[in-house]
């Protein structure tokens, strides 16, 4: 984690941890390339 919030130059580490924490969550639930342009076109 320590290197983690070094390379992303966070001050605090608690910081890192949320990013990592959401990074977690985004990762549980892939979408497709094609789902990510429906979506878009969507919301045009």
């Known amino acids: 984690m320590r290197t983690l919030q ?3 130059r966070h ?4 910081t ?3 990013h990592t ?9 892939p979408t497709s ?5 429906m979506e878009d ?3 045009q």
Request: proline letters at 7%.
């Open 21 to 29: 924490h959401a990074m977690r969550r985004d990762l549980k639930r």
């Open 11 to 14: 001050p605090d580490v608690k």
């Open 6 to 8: 070094e390379l992303m």
């Open 41 to 43: 076109h969507a919301t």
């Open 16 to 18: 890192t941890e949320i």
């Open 33 to 37: 390339p094609l789902d990510r342009i």
